[in-house]
Protein backbone atom coordinates (compact mmCIF):
# COMPACT_ATOMS: atom_id res chain seq x y z
CA UNK A 1 0.00 0.00 0.00
CA UNK A 2 1.37 3.15 -1.30
CA UNK A 3 1.31 5.80 1.78
CA UNK A 4 0.80 9.70 1.22
CA UNK A 5 1.98 12.35 2.68
CA UNK A 6 -0.25 15.30 3.71
CA UNK A 7 -0.46 18.55 1.89
CA UNK A 8 0.20 20.40 5.53
CA UNK A 9 3.26 18.20 6.11
CA UNK A 10 4.86 18.13 2.55
CA UNK A 11 4.21 22.07 3.08
CA UNK A 12 6.20 22.14 6.67
CA UNK A 13 8.68 19.64 5.27
CA UNK A 14 9.38 22.25 2.44
CA UNK A 15 8.95 25.32 4.88
CA UNK A 16 11.62 23.40 7.64
CA UNK A 17 13.67 22.79 4.51
CA UNK A 18 14.28 26.07 2.87
CA UNK A 19 14.77 27.82 6.73
CA UNK A 20 17.76 25.20 6.77
CA UNK A 21 18.81 26.01 3.59
CA UNK A 22 19.19 29.61 3.94
CA UNK A 23 22.27 28.52 6.22
CA UNK A 24 23.66 26.48 4.04
CA UNK A 25 27.66 27.04 2.69
CA UNK A 26 30.80 25.65 1.51
CA UNK A 27 33.30 24.34 4.11
CA UNK A 28 36.58 26.18 4.46
CA UNK A 29 39.20 24.52 1.46
CA UNK A 30 42.89 25.60 0.75
CA UNK A 31 43.50 27.08 -2.13
CA UNK A 32 46.91 26.46 -3.92
CA UNK A 33 48.47 27.86 -7.15
CA UNK A 34 51.34 25.75 -8.84
CA UNK A 35 54.08 27.56 -10.40
CA UNK A 36 52.99 25.81 -13.90
CA UNK A 37 49.19 27.69 -13.31
CA UNK A 38 47.19 24.47 -12.11
CA UNK A 39 45.05 25.10 -9.15
CA UNK A 40 44.62 22.83 -6.17
CA UNK A 41 41.50 23.09 -3.56
CA UNK A 42 41.65 21.03 -0.29
CA UNK A 43 38.54 20.72 1.61
CA UNK A 44 38.82 18.24 4.80
CA UNK A 45 35.63 16.46 5.31
CA UNK A 46 36.07 13.45 7.84
CA UNK A 47 32.27 12.30 8.22
CA UNK A 48 32.92 8.84 6.30
CA UNK A 49 36.33 7.84 4.80
CA UNK A 50 35.32 9.00 1.60
CA UNK A 51 36.63 11.31 -0.91
CA UNK A 52 35.58 13.11 -3.74
CA UNK A 53 37.56 14.71 -6.81
CA UNK A 54 36.83 16.81 -9.53
CA UNK A 55 39.36 17.74 -12.04
CA UNK A 56 38.84 20.49 -14.69
CA UNK A 57 40.91 21.31 -17.53
CA UNK A 58 39.26 24.47 -19.18
CA UNK A 59 38.98 24.53 -22.75
CA UNK A 60 35.97 21.59 -23.44
CA UNK A 61 33.74 21.75 -26.71
CA UNK A 62 34.66 25.23 -27.95
CA UNK A 63 38.66 24.30 -28.60
CA UNK A 64 36.87 21.80 -31.13
CA UNK A 65 37.74 22.78 -34.44
CA UNK A 66 34.93 24.48 -36.49
CA UNK A 67 34.60 21.03 -38.86
CA UNK A 68 35.37 18.53 -36.41
CA UNK A 69 32.77 19.31 -33.02
CA UNK A 70 32.96 16.43 -30.52
CA UNK A 71 36.58 16.24 -30.68
CA UNK A 72 36.66 17.00 -27.04
CA UNK A 73 34.19 14.82 -26.35
CA UNK A 74 35.62 12.19 -27.91
CA UNK A 75 38.94 13.15 -26.33
CA UNK A 76 37.30 12.84 -22.66
CA UNK A 77 36.06 9.25 -23.76
CA UNK A 78 39.31 8.12 -24.93
CA UNK A 79 41.15 9.26 -22.05
CA UNK A 80 39.35 6.45 -19.87
CA UNK A 81 40.28 3.84 -21.82
CA UNK A 82 44.14 3.26 -20.69
CA UNK A 83 46.53 5.14 -19.10
CA UNK A 84 50.30 5.59 -18.15
CA UNK A 85 51.31 1.76 -17.78
CA UNK A 86 48.09 0.59 -18.24
CA UNK A 87 45.88 -0.84 -20.89
CA UNK A 88 42.26 0.32 -21.44
CA UNK A 89 41.43 -2.99 -19.49
CA UNK A 90 43.69 -2.59 -16.84
CA UNK A 91 43.05 0.95 -16.00
CA UNK A 92 39.27 -0.43 -15.20
CA UNK A 93 40.51 -3.16 -13.14
CA UNK A 94 42.72 -0.82 -11.42
CA UNK A 95 39.64 1.51 -10.45
CA UNK A 96 37.32 -1.69 -9.81
CA UNK A 97 39.31 -2.97 -7.65
CA UNK A 98 39.24 -0.82 -5.04
CA UNK A 99 35.54 -0.34 -5.23
CA UNK A 100 35.89 3.33 -6.90
CA UNK A 101 34.88 5.67 -9.85
CA UNK A 102 36.77 7.83 -12.19
CA UNK A 103 35.16 9.28 -15.52
CA UNK A 104 35.66 11.42 -18.00
CA UNK A 105 33.47 14.17 -19.84
CA UNK A 106 33.40 17.08 -21.77
CA UNK A 107 31.46 19.97 -21.43
CA UNK A 108 30.93 22.82 -23.64
CA UNK A 109 33.88 25.01 -21.91
CA UNK A 110 35.84 22.11 -19.60
CA UNK A 111 37.18 18.44 -19.16
CA UNK A 112 36.18 17.41 -16.60
CA UNK A 113 37.40 14.19 -14.83
CA UNK A 114 35.09 13.12 -11.65
CA UNK A 115 36.01 10.60 -9.01
CA UNK A 116 34.92 9.00 -5.75
CA UNK A 117 37.11 6.34 -3.73
CA UNK A 118 37.80 5.43 0.06
CA UNK A 119 40.33 7.36 1.42
CA UNK A 120 42.80 4.24 2.18
CA UNK A 121 42.95 4.02 -1.54
CA UNK A 122 44.32 7.72 -2.16
CA UNK A 123 47.80 6.94 -3.14
CA UNK A 124 46.30 4.55 -6.16
CA UNK A 125 43.96 7.04 -7.22
CA UNK A 126 46.15 10.10 -7.34
CA UNK A 127 48.24 8.01 -9.54
CA UNK A 128 45.18 6.78 -11.54
CA UNK A 129 43.95 10.76 -11.89
CA UNK A 130 47.73 11.87 -12.92
CA UNK A 131 47.69 8.92 -15.13
CA UNK A 132 44.54 9.68 -16.99
CA UNK A 133 45.08 13.30 -17.49
CA UNK A 134 49.15 13.87 -18.10
CA UNK A 135 49.56 10.08 -19.95
CA UNK A 136 46.16 8.87 -21.70
CA UNK A 137 47.31 6.12 -24.17
CA UNK A 138 45.04 7.61 -26.46
CA UNK A 139 44.43 4.26 -27.93
CA UNK A 140 43.75 4.82 -31.58
CA UNK A 141 41.50 1.75 -31.79
CA UNK A 142 39.63 2.59 -28.85
CA UNK A 143 39.26 6.29 -30.73
CA UNK A 144 37.76 4.86 -33.70
CA UNK A 145 35.19 2.30 -31.86
CA UNK A 146 34.48 5.30 -29.50
CA UNK A 147 34.02 7.51 -32.41
CA UNK A 148 31.85 5.41 -34.28
CA UNK A 149 29.53 4.34 -30.80
CA UNK A 150 28.68 8.04 -31.11
CA UNK A 151 27.43 8.31 -34.83
CA UNK A 152 25.64 5.32 -34.23
CA UNK A 153 23.83 6.74 -30.69
CA UNK A 154 22.87 9.58 -32.91
CA UNK A 155 21.31 7.78 -35.32
CA UNK A 156 19.48 5.43 -33.27
CA UNK A 157 18.00 9.40 -31.56
CA UNK A 158 17.14 10.33 -35.02
CA UNK A 159 15.58 6.69 -35.95
CA UNK A 160 13.75 6.79 -32.68
CA UNK A 161 13.13 9.16 -29.73
CA UNK A 162 14.87 12.67 -30.95
CA UNK A 163 13.87 14.39 -27.66
CA UNK A 164 17.53 14.24 -26.56
CA UNK A 165 18.35 15.97 -30.05
CA UNK A 166 16.42 18.73 -29.74
CA UNK A 167 18.49 21.30 -27.44
CA UNK A 168 21.42 20.66 -29.74
CA UNK A 169 19.89 21.35 -32.88
CA UNK A 170 18.18 24.41 -31.40
CA UNK A 171 21.87 25.71 -30.00
CA UNK A 172 23.23 25.39 -33.64
CA UNK A 173 20.58 27.01 -35.27
CA UNK A 174 20.16 29.69 -32.71
CA UNK A 175 23.98 30.47 -32.57
CA UNK A 176 25.31 29.13 -35.96
CA UNK A 177 28.89 29.71 -36.26
CA UNK A 178 29.91 30.96 -32.68
CA UNK A 179 31.39 28.30 -30.87
CA UNK A 180 28.27 27.98 -28.70
CA UNK A 181 26.67 26.16 -31.53
CA UNK A 182 29.53 23.55 -31.79
CA UNK A 183 27.41 19.95 -30.80
CA UNK A 184 29.23 18.50 -27.56
CA UNK A 185 28.55 15.17 -29.05
CA UNK A 186 29.52 16.54 -32.37
CA UNK A 187 27.55 15.34 -35.46
CA UNK A 188 28.08 12.01 -37.95
CA UNK A 189 29.26 14.51 -40.18
CA UNK A 190 31.79 15.85 -37.92
CA UNK A 191 33.10 13.00 -36.08
CA UNK A 192 33.51 10.93 -39.08
CA UNK A 193 36.02 13.41 -39.90
CA UNK A 194 37.82 13.26 -37.28
CA UNK A 195 41.02 10.71 -37.11
CA UNK A 196 43.65 9.88 -34.33
CA UNK A 197 45.92 12.49 -34.91
CA UNK A 198 42.99 15.34 -34.65
CA UNK A 199 42.55 13.70 -31.02
CA UNK A 200 46.43 13.74 -30.35
CA UNK A 201 46.58 17.49 -31.33
CA UNK A 202 44.05 18.54 -29.34
CA UNK A 203 45.19 16.60 -26.30
CA UNK A 204 48.91 18.85 -26.84
CA UNK A 205 47.39 22.06 -27.41
CA UNK A 206 44.14 22.27 -25.65
CA UNK A 207 45.45 19.79 -22.09
CA UNK A 208 48.13 21.25 -20.13
CA UNK A 209 49.03 22.51 -16.05
CA UNK A 210 47.78 26.21 -17.21
CA UNK A 211 44.09 24.70 -17.90
CA UNK A 212 43.90 22.50 -14.52
CA UNK A 213 42.16 22.99 -11.29
CA UNK A 214 42.21 20.04 -8.95
CA UNK A 215 39.09 19.80 -6.12
CA UNK A 216 39.75 17.21 -3.19
CA UNK A 217 37.24 16.80 -0.66
CA UNK A 218 37.17 14.12 1.88
CA UNK A 219 38.43 12.47 5.05
CA UNK A 220 42.40 13.52 4.36
CA UNK A 221 44.92 15.36 5.65
CA UNK A 222 45.66 18.70 3.69
CA UNK A 223 48.80 19.01 4.21
CA UNK A 224 49.63 14.77 3.06
CA UNK A 225 47.09 15.38 -0.27
CA UNK A 226 48.88 18.80 -1.29
CA UNK A 227 52.47 16.84 -1.57
CA UNK A 228 50.24 13.92 -3.63
CA UNK A 229 48.72 16.44 -5.76
CA UNK A 230 51.72 18.46 -6.42
CA UNK A 231 53.96 15.16 -7.29
CA UNK A 232 51.90 14.51 -9.41
CA UNK A 233 50.88 17.45 -11.69
CA UNK A 234 53.64 20.10 -10.17
CA UNK A 235 56.02 19.46 -13.10
CA UNK A 236 53.31 19.18 -16.40
CA UNK A 237 53.65 21.45 -18.87
CA UNK A 238 51.08 24.08 -19.75
CA UNK A 239 49.05 23.81 -23.06
CA UNK A 240 50.54 24.75 -26.51
CA UNK A 241 47.75 26.99 -27.69
CA UNK A 242 46.05 29.91 -25.76
CA UNK A 243 42.07 29.38 -24.27
CA UNK A 244 39.54 30.10 -26.66
CA UNK A 245 38.29 33.64 -25.78
CA UNK A 246 34.58 33.29 -26.65
CA UNK A 247 32.65 36.80 -27.24
CA UNK A 248 28.78 36.99 -26.28
CA UNK A 249 26.66 36.44 -29.05
CA UNK A 250 23.94 38.71 -29.72
CA UNK A 251 20.33 37.61 -29.20
CA UNK A 252 18.03 36.87 -32.19
CA UNK A 253 15.91 39.94 -33.07
CA UNK A 254 12.53 38.81 -34.87
CA UNK A 255 11.46 35.38 -35.72
CA UNK A 256 13.08 32.61 -37.91
CA UNK A 257 12.46 28.87 -38.05
CA UNK A 258 14.43 25.69 -39.16
CA UNK A 259 11.81 22.41 -39.58
CA UNK A 260 13.89 18.87 -39.96
CA UNK A 261 11.26 16.66 -41.99
CA UNK A 262 11.00 13.22 -40.03
CA UNK A 263 8.76 11.85 -43.17
CA UNK A 264 5.66 9.67 -41.59
CA UNK A 265 6.53 10.97 -37.61
CA UNK A 266 3.30 11.34 -35.78
CA UNK A 267 4.87 13.19 -33.50
CA UNK A 268 6.04 16.82 -33.58
CA UNK A 269 9.17 18.19 -30.83
CA UNK A 270 9.94 21.89 -31.08
CA UNK A 271 12.26 24.26 -28.79
CA UNK A 272 11.88 27.76 -29.23
CA UNK A 273 14.20 29.89 -27.66
CA UNK A 274 16.68 32.64 -27.94
CA UNK A 275 20.02 33.76 -25.95
CA UNK A 276 19.57 34.07 -22.49
CA UNK A 277 22.42 34.32 -19.13
CA UNK A 278 25.11 33.63 -18.36
CA UNK A 279 26.70 31.90 -15.46
CA UNK A 280 27.49 35.00 -13.30
CA UNK A 281 24.11 36.73 -13.98
CA UNK A 282 23.98 38.72 -10.87
CA UNK A 283 20.13 37.71 -10.38
CA UNK A 284 20.74 34.52 -10.49
CA UNK A 285 18.34 33.51 -7.82
CA UNK A 286 15.69 35.28 -9.07
CA UNK A 287 16.36 33.90 -11.84
CA UNK A 288 15.79 30.35 -10.46
CA UNK A 289 12.74 31.05 -8.63
CA UNK A 290 10.86 32.34 -12.03
CA UNK A 291 12.23 29.29 -14.39
CA UNK A 292 11.36 26.82 -11.73
CA UNK A 293 7.93 28.37 -11.85
CA UNK A 294 7.73 28.67 -15.75
CA UNK A 295 8.99 25.24 -16.83
CA UNK A 296 11.74 24.04 -14.38
CA UNK A 297 9.12 21.62 -11.83
CA UNK A 298 6.49 18.98 -12.73
CA UNK A 299 4.02 21.48 -11.57
CA UNK A 300 5.40 24.47 -13.17
CA UNK A 301 3.32 26.75 -15.55
CA UNK A 302 3.97 25.04 -18.68
CA UNK A 303 3.89 21.44 -17.64
CA UNK A 304 0.32 21.79 -15.71
CA UNK A 305 -1.21 23.76 -19.09
CA UNK A 306 -0.45 22.14 -21.70
CA UNK A 307 0.28 18.34 -19.78
CA UNK A 308 -2.47 18.69 -17.15
CA UNK A 309 -4.93 21.11 -18.53
CA UNK A 310 -4.75 20.61 -22.40
CA UNK A 311 -3.56 17.06 -22.59
CA UNK A 312 -1.28 18.50 -25.26
CA UNK A 313 1.77 16.32 -23.82
CA UNK A 314 3.32 14.14 -21.46
CA UNK A 315 5.81 16.59 -20.72
CA UNK A 316 7.08 20.61 -21.22
CA UNK A 317 9.73 22.20 -19.74
CA UNK A 318 12.29 24.64 -20.32
CA UNK A 319 16.20 24.52 -21.21
CA UNK A 320 18.33 26.99 -19.75
CA UNK A 321 22.19 26.89 -20.55
CA UNK A 322 24.69 28.79 -18.54
CA UNK A 323 28.05 29.35 -19.75
CA UNK A 324 30.65 31.54 -19.05
CA UNK A 325 28.63 34.03 -21.28
CA UNK A 326 25.10 34.03 -21.99
CA UNK A 327 23.32 30.76 -23.29
CA UNK A 328 20.42 29.85 -24.60
CA UNK A 329 17.03 29.71 -23.09
CA UNK A 330 14.23 27.62 -24.31
CA UNK A 331 11.00 26.27 -24.23
CA UNK A 332 10.79 22.42 -25.34
CA UNK A 333 8.28 20.10 -25.67
CA UNK A 334 6.49 17.51 -28.11
CA UNK A 335 3.14 16.62 -29.15
CA UNK A 336 0.66 14.72 -31.88
CA UNK A 337 1.28 16.37 -35.35
CA UNK A 338 -2.12 17.28 -36.04
CA UNK A 339 -2.02 19.77 -32.67
CA UNK A 340 1.59 21.04 -33.27
CA UNK A 341 0.57 24.76 -33.65
CA UNK A 342 -1.46 24.29 -30.78
CA UNK A 343 1.01 23.48 -28.54
CA UNK A 344 3.66 25.99 -29.66
CA UNK A 345 1.13 28.69 -29.38
CA UNK A 346 -0.27 27.91 -26.09
CA UNK A 347 3.62 27.80 -24.67
CA UNK A 348 3.79 31.30 -26.06
CA UNK A 349 0.57 32.48 -24.76
CA UNK A 350 2.02 31.36 -21.20
CA UNK A 351 5.52 33.24 -22.08
CA UNK A 352 4.11 36.32 -22.68
CA UNK A 353 1.44 35.70 -20.17
CA UNK A 354 4.39 35.37 -17.80
CA UNK A 355 6.30 38.16 -19.15
CA UNK A 356 2.98 40.55 -17.99
CA UNK A 357 1.95 39.05 -15.32
CA UNK A 358 5.28 37.53 -13.40
CA UNK A 359 3.71 35.35 -10.70
CA UNK A 360 1.05 35.81 -7.54
CA UNK A 361 2.98 36.18 -3.90
CA UNK A 362 1.82 32.21 -2.79
CA UNK A 363 3.39 31.45 -6.01
CA UNK A 364 6.47 32.41 -5.58
CA UNK A 365 6.35 30.96 -2.07
CA UNK A 366 5.98 27.44 -3.11
CA UNK A 367 8.76 28.40 -5.59
CA UNK A 368 11.12 29.54 -2.96
CA UNK A 369 10.74 26.09 -0.66
CA UNK A 370 11.14 23.85 -3.86
CA UNK A 371 14.44 25.33 -4.28
CA UNK A 372 15.64 26.02 -0.84
CA UNK A 373 13.85 22.03 -0.17
CA UNK A 374 16.64 20.67 -3.02
CA UNK A 375 19.56 23.14 -2.46
CA UNK A 376 21.39 21.50 0.58
CA UNK A 377 21.28 18.19 -1.66
CA UNK A 378 23.69 19.47 -3.82
CA UNK A 379 26.35 20.04 -1.30
CA UNK A 380 26.29 16.65 0.98
CA UNK A 381 29.29 14.75 -0.53
CA UNK A 382 32.37 15.10 -1.15
CA UNK A 383 32.20 14.60 -4.55
CA UNK A 384 29.50 16.97 -4.68
CA UNK A 385 31.53 19.65 -2.93
CA UNK A 386 34.76 18.66 -4.93
CA UNK A 387 32.24 19.38 -8.39
CA UNK A 388 31.23 22.77 -7.05
CA UNK A 389 34.50 24.12 -5.76
CA UNK A 390 36.29 22.99 -9.22
CA UNK A 391 33.41 25.02 -11.34
CA UNK A 392 33.49 28.31 -9.12
CA UNK A 393 37.35 28.52 -9.91
CA UNK A 394 36.72 27.46 -13.20
CA UNK A 395 34.61 30.09 -14.26
CA UNK A 396 35.71 32.48 -12.14
CA UNK A 397 33.10 32.83 -9.30
CA UNK A 398 33.49 33.34 -5.38
CA UNK A 399 32.35 31.41 -2.36
CA UNK A 400 29.48 33.74 -2.32
CA UNK A 401 27.74 32.25 -5.62
CA UNK A 402 26.98 29.22 -2.64
CA UNK A 403 26.89 31.00 0.22
CA UNK A 404 24.30 33.78 -0.23
CA UNK A 405 22.33 31.31 -1.97
CA UNK A 406 19.97 30.36 0.33
CA UNK A 407 19.24 34.04 1.93
CA UNK A 408 18.94 35.61 -2.09
CA UNK A 409 16.12 32.99 -2.86
CA UNK A 410 14.37 33.49 0.34
CA UNK A 411 14.80 37.72 -0.04
CA UNK A 412 13.41 37.78 -3.78
CA UNK A 413 10.44 39.95 -4.26
CA UNK A 414 8.02 39.23 -6.94
CA UNK A 415 8.88 42.85 -8.21
CA UNK A 416 12.55 42.28 -8.69
CA UNK A 417 11.29 38.99 -10.21
CA UNK A 418 9.01 40.28 -12.45
CA UNK A 419 12.16 42.87 -13.51
CA UNK A 420 14.36 39.28 -13.95
CA UNK A 421 11.58 38.12 -16.22
CA UNK A 422 11.08 40.40 -18.74
CA UNK A 423 15.06 40.57 -18.79
CA UNK A 424 15.99 37.56 -19.42
CA UNK A 425 13.11 36.01 -20.95
CA UNK A 426 12.59 36.46 -25.13
CA UNK A 427 9.85 38.38 -26.12
CA UNK A 428 7.14 36.06 -28.06
CA UNK A 429 8.26 38.18 -31.46
CA UNK A 430 12.13 37.82 -30.97
CA UNK A 431 12.05 33.83 -30.99
CA UNK A 432 14.38 31.01 -32.52
CA UNK A 433 11.61 28.28 -33.84
CA UNK A 434 13.32 24.73 -33.85
CA UNK A 435 10.44 22.20 -35.48
CA UNK A 436 10.85 18.37 -35.80
CA UNK A 437 7.98 16.59 -37.27
CA UNK A 438 6.28 15.42 -41.00
CA UNK A 439 7.10 18.64 -42.68
CA UNK A 440 4.32 17.74 -45.37
CA UNK A 441 2.00 17.78 -42.99
CA UNK A 442 3.06 20.99 -40.66
CA UNK A 443 4.24 22.78 -43.53
CA UNK A 444 2.05 25.37 -44.11
CA UNK A 445 0.96 25.74 -40.41
CA UNK A 446 4.29 26.79 -38.77
CA UNK A 447 5.21 29.55 -41.55
CA UNK A 448 2.95 31.54 -39.68
CA UNK A 449 6.22 31.82 -37.46
CA UNK A 450 8.44 33.58 -39.57
CA UNK A 451 10.96 32.43 -42.24
CA UNK A 452 11.20 29.10 -42.72
CA UNK A 453 14.66 27.05 -43.53
CA UNK A 454 14.05 23.25 -44.24
CA UNK A 455 16.47 20.17 -43.94
CA UNK A 456 15.86 16.76 -43.30
CA UNK A 457 16.70 14.56 -39.96
CA UNK A 458 18.65 11.96 -42.52
CA UNK A 459 21.07 15.13 -42.80
CA UNK A 460 24.59 14.23 -40.94
CA UNK A 461 24.68 17.22 -39.12
CA UNK A 462 22.55 19.63 -36.87
CA UNK A 463 22.48 22.89 -38.63
CA UNK A 464 21.10 23.39 -42.29
CA UNK A 465 24.00 23.71 -44.77
CA UNK A 466 25.06 27.50 -45.57
CA UNK A 467 23.15 27.67 -48.78
CA UNK A 468 19.89 25.83 -47.66
CA UNK A 469 16.83 27.92 -49.00
CA UNK A 470 14.67 29.84 -46.72
CA UNK A 471 10.91 30.18 -47.13
CA UNK A 472 9.42 33.49 -46.11
CA UNK A 473 6.26 33.90 -44.04
CA UNK A 474 3.41 34.72 -45.87
Known amino acids: ??????????????????????????????R???DNGAVLILSEKHDVPLIGVEAVIRGGAVADPEDRGGLANLLANVMEKGAGDRDAGQFADAIDSVGAALSARANLEVIRVSGEFMSRDADLMIEL????LRRPRLDARESVKLRDRQINQIRAAKDGDPRSLMSIYGNA?????HPYGTPQIGSEESLARIRHGDLTRYYRDHVG????????????????MAEKLRAAFEDWEPANAPLPDVEAAEPVSGRRVLLIDKPGSTQSYFWVGNIGIAINYAQRAEFDIADTLFGGRMTSLLQSELRTKAGLTYGAGTRVRRPSRPGSIAISSFTKTDTTTTAIDLA????????AEGFDEETIASGKNYILGLFPQRLETGAQLAAQFAELEAYGLDDSHINAYGDAIASADGETIQGVITSAYPAADNLVFVILGDAQAIREDVAKYGPVTEMSMTEPRFRPPPDESTVAAD
Open 1 to 30: MMLRRPGCLLGLYFAVAGAWAQGVTLPDAT
Open 32 to 34: IEL
Open 129 to 132: LGDM
Open 173 to 177: FLFAD
Open 209 to 224: ADRLIVAVVGDFEAGA
Open 348 to 355: LDLLEKMR
